[in-house]
């Protein structure tokens, strides 16, 4: 390999996209319920209408408008959840389809949707294989619903890049890249550097046989740049949310006092050439 040449990703080990993808589908089927109750008033689930969120630092959609006008337009939103994303598009105009691996996620959207004027097809399928037409959408979005979970995020991003047509936009938030560094914990233990940010092992938990029931990849900065421009994307903006003074809830690891010091979130703007 010349000298000069990117290095790829190390190999992620026993963690591939099949057992991911089995492990987070049944993760979420089992913690749906949960985690609504404990996040499912901040990212808007029981709000008619639905909210459109980015991330724990509560960076809204109606205020940063970075999939820019949304009605009249084929939207397609990765790892919709519970879709209180997709439900919120829905009201302004958008056509949205919602996509999650997780049935019980999805319940919970068919629930909440009977607050709604109108109703969002929603889809149980992996964001490795998008079961759509190439050329199907305006607009392709994740808040934090997808791209942690994969494997292999190059193909999702290839995949994105299939199913939009030409000129369309794919904006995405996940974990910041930063975050691998430190342990999941809010308070000063979690400021303390731990690991390699080169260290591209994913985090993964097993049951007592050594099935994996957990798994979540990590991506260098530099990955990601390269996965979006290797799909033929091109990369508009990265947004690295700021802590905001009023919000004094903590969300696993984010919190006050570690989104004073490094971002959590990275928003990544991108779109498919004409």
């Given at each position: 390999m010349p000298a000069d040449s990117p290095r790829p990703p190390r190999v992620l080990g026993d963690v591939d996209s099949p057992a991911s993808e089995r492990a987070n589908r049944s993760w979420w089927d089992a913690e749906a319920d949960a985690y609504h109750v404990e996040h499912g008033t901040f990212i808007g689930s029981t709000t008619p209408g639905g909210e459109?969120?980015?991330?724990?630092?509560?960076?809204?959609?109606?205020?940063?408008?970075?999939?820019?006008?949304?009605?009249?337009?084929?939207?397609?939103?990765?790892?919709?959840?519970?879709?209180?994303c997709a439900r919120w598009l829905?009201?302004?105009?958008?056509?949205?389809?919602?996509?999650?691996?997780?049935?019980?996620?999805?319940?919970h959207?068919?629930?909440?949707?009977?607050?709604?004027?109108?109703?969002?097809?929603?889809v149980q399928a992996g964001a490795e294989q998008l079961p759509f037409a190439d050329s199907s959408f305006d607009i392709a979005c994740s808040s934090f619903g997808a791209i942690p979970f994969v494997a292999d995020s190059a193909r999702a991003m290839r995949e994105v890049a299939r199913?939009?047509?030409?000129?369309?936009?794919?904006?995405?938030?996940?974990?910041?890249?930063?975050r691998w560094m430190f342990?999941?914990?809010?308070?000063?233990?979690?400021?303390?550097?731990?690991?390699?940010?080169?260290?591209?092992?994913?985090y993964s938990?097993?049951?007592?046989?050594?099935?994996?029931?957990?798994a979540e990849h990590h991506r260098t900065m530099g990955d990601r740049i390269r996965e979006i421009v290797g799909a033929g994307l091109v990369l508009d903006d990265v947004v690295e949310?700021?802590?905001?003074?009023?919000?004094?809830?903590?969300?696993?690891?984010?919190?006050?006092?570690?989104?004073?010091?490094?971002?959590?979130?990275?928003?990544?703007?991108?779109?498919?050439?004409?």
């Open positions: 459109f969120v980015w991330g724990p630092e509560r960076l809204r959609e109606s205020d940063v408008r970075l999939l820019g006008d949304v009605a009249g337009r084929d939207v397609l939103e990765i790892g919709c959840g519970s879709a209180p829905a009201a302004r105009g958008a056509r949205v389809v919602g996509l999650d691996v997780s049935a019980g996620m999805l319940a959207a068919v629930d909440a949707m009977r607050l709604d004027e109108r109703r969002v097809p929603l199913v939009l047509r030409p000129g369309g936009r794919w904006v995405f938030a996940t974990n910041h890249p930063m342990l999941d914990d809010p308070g000063p233990e979690g400021l303390v550097v731990r690991m390699s940010y080169f260290d591209r092992t994913p938990e097993a049951d007592d046989d050594g099935v994996i029931t957990y949310p700021e802590w905001p003074d009023d919000l004094d809830q903590e969300w696993g690891q984010w919190s006050p006092l570690r989104g004073s010091h490094f971002p959590g979130t990275a928003v990544f703007v991108t779109h498919k050439p004409e």
